[in-house]
C-alpha cells in the first residue's frame, strides 16, 4: 500500500519546513511527499530546494504563476501516486500516529473516500489551543448520511484529510472553480459518489488558526459566499436530485447560509460598491423573503440587536457543545 503526502503551498516560508518534517516523523512514514508552491513571493522555493536536498521522498513542484488555493491544490493532488492520499495544508502539522491510525481506518472501511480525525488547534507562534472534535459517532458514515449532514457546512474538524485515490478519480478531483470552500465542494462530490466517510475522535494533528490581521477575512466574505453558494447549488442540489429526495432541505440551508452572512453588510470596512457585489452574491444563495428583511435589516444600521441574539445564541450552541463532547463516557 502506497502513501503520498500532498501539501499546496504559498508564502509560508516560516511553518513550511515544521509542516514537512511533522511528515518525516511518523510512526509509519509515506512514500512521498509533494509540495506545489503556488509561485510564492517570500523564501518559501529557497527553502523546499533545502529540504528536497536533504529528503529522498520529498518532490517539490514550483507554479510557473499563481494558480490560487483550488487549482494548485487540485494540481498537488493529481501528482500524488499513493493508494492513500494525505491533503496537509502548509502552516499545520501531523502528530506522529496520524498516517498509521488514518491509513488503518480507510483500510478497515473500503467504501470510506477519506478518513479524518480530531484536531488541537495551534496559534501563530505554535502554542497549543482548544481541541476540536465534531458531534458526531466515531466510525463509518454512509453517503447518504454524509449527504444530509453537508447541509450543515463542511463537516470534518479540520482540512486535514486522508483521501481514497479511487474517490478522488472518480469525482475528478476538484472541480470547484472557487477559491473558497473548494474541501467543502470536494467533500459533498465524494458522497455523492457513493462514497462514505471515517472519522476518529483522536486528536492527529495540529491546525493553525490566524488572527484576522488587516481585516484578511472580511475582505475574503465575496469569495466566501460565492463558495458557499457552489458548494449549494452545484454539488448538494443535484446530489439530492440524485437521490430523488425532497430538495427543500436544501434551498433552507441555503437560506440560513444568507442570513448567517447578511451581518457583512453591517461592516465599514467595505466601500458601496463592494457591498452591493456582497448583497448580490447573498441574494443569488438565497432571495427568500427572510433573507431579504435581514439584508435590509443590517443595512439600515439595525442589525446590532440580530448580531447580538445571534452571538448570543451560537455562544450557547459552544457551551452545549463542549459539555457534551468532555462528558466521561459511562458504560
Same mark, same amino acid.
Given at each position: 500500500?502506497?502513501?503520498?503526502?500532498?501539501?499546496?503551498?504559498?508564502?509560508?516560508?516560516?511553518?513550511?519546513?515544521?509542516?514537512?518534517?511533522?511528515?518525516?516523523?511518523?510512526?509509519?512514514?509515506?512514500?512521498?511527499?509533494?509540495?506545489?508552491?503556488?509561485?510564492?513571493?517570500?523564501?518559501?522555493?529557497?527553502?523546499?530546494?533545502?529540504?528536497?536536498?536533504?529528503?529522498?521522498?520529498?518532490? @517539490?513542484?514550483?507554479?510557473?504563476?499563481?494558480?490560487?488555493?483550488?487549482?494548485?491544490?487540485?494540481?498537488?493532488?493529481?501528482?500524488?501516486?499513493?493508494?492513500?492520499?494525505?491533503?496537509?495544508?502548509?502552516?499545520?502539522?501531523?502528530?506522529?500516529?496520524?498516517?498509521?491510525t488514518l491509513s488503518k481506518l480507510l483500510?478497515?472501511?473500503?467504501?470510506?473516500?477519506?478518513?479524518?480525525?480530531?484536531?488541537?488547534?495551534?496559534?501563530?507562534?505554535?502554542?497549543?489551543?482548544?481541541?476540536?472534535?465534531?458531534?458526531?459517532?466515531?466510525?463509518?458514515?454512509?453517503?447518504?448520511?454524509?449527504?444530509?449532514?453537508?447541509?450543515?457546512?463542511?463537516?470534518?474538524?479540520?482540512?486535514?484529510?486522508?483521501?481514497?485515490?479511487?474517490?478522488?478519480?472518480?469525482?475528478?478531483?476538484?472541480?470547484?472553480?472557487?477559491?473558497?470552500?473548494?474541501?467543502?465542494?470536494?467533500?459533498?462530490?465524494?458522497?455523492?459518489?457513493?462514497?462514505?466517510?471515517v472519522y476518529s475522535p483522536q486528536i492527529?494533528?495540529?491546525?493553525?488558526?490566524?488572527?484576522?490581521?488587516?481585516?484578511?477575512?472580511?475582505?475574503?466574505?465575496?469569495a466566501e459566499i460565492n463558495g458557499l453558494?457552489?458548494?449549494?447549488?452545484?454539488?448538494?442540489?443535484?446530489?439530492?436530485?440524485?437521490?430523488?429526495?425532497?430538495?427543500?432541505?436544501?434551498?433552507?440551508?441555503?437560506?440560513?447560509?444568507? @442570513?448567517?452572512?447578511?451581518?457583512?453588510?453591517?461592516?465599514?470596512?467595505?466601500?458601496?460598491?463592494?457591498?452591493?457585489?456582497?448583497?448580490?452574491?447573498?441574494?443569488?444563495?438565497?432571495?427568500?423573503?427572510?433573507?431579504?428583511?435581514?439584508?435590509?435589516?443590517?443595512?439600515?444600521?439595525?442589525?446590532?440587536?440580530?448580531?447580538?441574539?445571534?452571538?448570543?445564541?451560537?455562544? @450557547?450552541?459552544?457551551? @452545549?457543545?463542549?459539555?457534551?463532547?468532555?462528558?466521561?463516557?459511562?458504560?
Amino acid at each position: 500500500m502506497k502513501i503520498s503526502v500532498c501539501i499546496p503551498t504559498y508564502n509560508q516560508s516560516e511553518h513550511i519546513g515544521l509542516t514537512i518534517r511533522s511528515v518525516m516523523v511518523q510512526t509509519l512514514l509515506p512514500d512521498e511527499i509533494i509540495v506545489s508552491d503556488d509561485h510564492s513571493t517570500d523564501n518559501t522555493w529557497k527553502i523546499l530546494e533545502t529540504l528536497a536536498a536533504e529528503i529522498s521522498i520529498l518532490r @517539490i513542484i514550483r507554479q510557473k504563476f499563481n494558480k490560487g488555493i483550488s487549482k494548485n491544490t487540485d494540481s498537488c493532488l493529481r501528482e500524488a501516486k499513493g493508494e492513500f492520499i494525505v491533503r496537509l495544508d502548509s502552516d499545520d502539522a501531523l502528530l506522529p500516529e496520524y498516517i498509521e491510525t488514518l491509513s488503518k481506518l480507510l483500510t478497515h472501511h473500503p467504501n470510506a473516500g477519506y478518513a479524518h480525525a480530531a484536531v488541537r488547534e495551534i496559534d501563530q507562534q505554535g502554542y497549543a489551543g482548544e481541541p476540536r472534535r465534531l458531534m458526531r459517532n466515531a466510525g463509518f458514515q454512509r453517503s447518504p448520511d454524509a449527504l444530509r449532514a453537508a447541509l450543515k457546512g463542511y463537516r470534518v474538524a479540520a482540512n486535514i484529510l486522508m483521501f481514497r485515490r479511487e474517490a478522488l478519480e472518480k469525482v475528478e478531483y476538484i472541480q470547484c472553480s472557487q477559491d473558497f470552500a473548494e474541501d467543502y465542494y470536494l467533500s459533498v462530490c465524494i458522497a455523492k459518489a457513493g462514497f462514505g466517510n471515517v472519522y476518529s475522535p483522536q486528536i492527529l494533528s495540529a491546525y493553525r488558526v490566524w488572527t484576522d490581521q488587516g481585516n484578511v477575512r472580511k475582505r475574503r466574505k465575496l469569495a466566501e459566499i460565492n463558495g458557499l453558494n457552489a458548494v449549494l447549488s452545484d454539488a448538494l442540489m443535484p446530489a439530492f436530485a440524485q437521490h430523488h429526495w425532497d430538495t427543500k432541505p436544501v434551498v433552507s440551508a441555503k437560506q440560513r447560509f444568507a @442570513i448567517a452572512h447578511s451581518g457583512c453588510l453591517s461592516w465599514k470596512v467595505y466601500s458601496k460598491q463592494e457591498k452591493a457585489e456582497l448583497e448580490t452574491a447573498i441574494l443569488e444563495l438565497s432571495s427568500a423573503p427572510a433573507t431579504k428583511f435581514f439584508i435590509w435589516t443590517h443595512k439600515n444600521g439595525l442589525g446590532k440587536v440580530l448580531e447580538s441574539y445571534q452571538h448570543t445564541a451560537a455562544v @450557547i450552541r459552544q457551551n @452545549i457543545k463542549k459539555l457534551i463532547l468532555t462528558r466521561p463516557q459511562t458504560r
